[in-house]
């Protein structure tokens, strides 16, 4: 693939996923990753960019002027948005961050674009796509039945939401108004390797390796549909090369957990890969632990269309991801270290 691709919060969790995984594919690809490097983000996560192809560039997509030199001097014939403050418990407890980033950064991006974008030629205008990364959380919460389709109403409950909501409304109504060719995608939760532990799965495969209480809101009855990170760049890659312009896709694993059921196989996991603790199984560190205020009961994808129209559908299912997910953390450890120097679910919960 000989094509320049921007990526923006490829130093996070799911972006540093999708470069390793442009890089695994092609010899050719250039990638342009402009991160802020927050407490989120390592620079460990993408071993294997080639430093003649791969430049990392700290900086906020905020920021108009570096977002307009950025373009003119790579001239990207793709952009995929990753960049965001993504941790719904941090969205509570300061919104300002996420309407910065997830909001006005994302309009500043979207603005930035679609200046350079028109101005190009006519030919390389047509190639050119804007995707942008977002989430079912959007849509709000579900009872006991029922799945988010493309169409469900947005409902956003919490800040985080809120804002990733507004900024799918700003990408909308850059196609609608301006006719900028995007793409959106809405995923549900991700889990694997290089996640950031103050999220569930890492945080308490983390814990439960050290000994550690496995915090669990509420009564852990609340549901959550898991994707594998490296399905979900799939996804990505496959709608930014076949999506019809203009068009929302939901991604989703057709893996619906409760919270402690994942918590329940994490810990037996965790004790048949690295030993059982002196005080018995895992399981006894499990702690019920005060609920997150609005907190979403239930989310769970269809996702006919990206499969009907684009034949995607998830490659691993959950327990060996999980089982992969957890080896890569029990080996990993330097990576860790660097990701908690600065861990604020540590800073909680404990964790380091
Ligand atoms: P993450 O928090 O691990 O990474 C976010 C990255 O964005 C970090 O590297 C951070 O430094 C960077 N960033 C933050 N603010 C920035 C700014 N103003 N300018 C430039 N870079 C900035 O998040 P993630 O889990 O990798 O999520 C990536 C995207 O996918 C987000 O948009 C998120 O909403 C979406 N998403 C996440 C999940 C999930 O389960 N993690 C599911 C669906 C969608
Ligand atoms: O310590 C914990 N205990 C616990 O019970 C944590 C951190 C979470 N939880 C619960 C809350 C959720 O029901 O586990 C579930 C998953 O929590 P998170 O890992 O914080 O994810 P969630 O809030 O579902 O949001 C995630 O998925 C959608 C990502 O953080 C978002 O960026 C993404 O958009």
Redesign the pocket.
Known sequence: MNRTILV????????SCFIRQLFQDSTEVRVVN?????Y??TTLSTPNAPADRYQLVE????DAQLVEALLEEHQPDWIVN??????VDRSIDGPAAFV??NVV?TCNLLDRVYQWWRQRAEETQRDFRFLH????EVYGSLGPTGLFREDTPYRPNSPYSAS?AASDHFVRAYHHTFGLPVLTTN????YGPY??PE?LIPLVTLNAIAGKALPVYGDGSNVRDWLFVEDHCRAIQTVLQQGRVGEVYNVGGDNEQSNLQVVQTICDVVDELSGALPGGPRRNLITFVKDRPGHDRRYAIDFGKLHTELGWQPQLDFENGLRQTIAWYLENQAWVDAASSANYAGERLGHV
């Open positions: 923006t919060g490829g130093a996070g969790f799911i972006g402009l991160d802020k490097l927050t989120a983000a900086g906020d997509i905020g990753f960049a965001a403050e993504s941790h910065a980033t950064g990364v977002s989430t079912d990733k995923c549900s939760n991700n996640q950031f999220k």
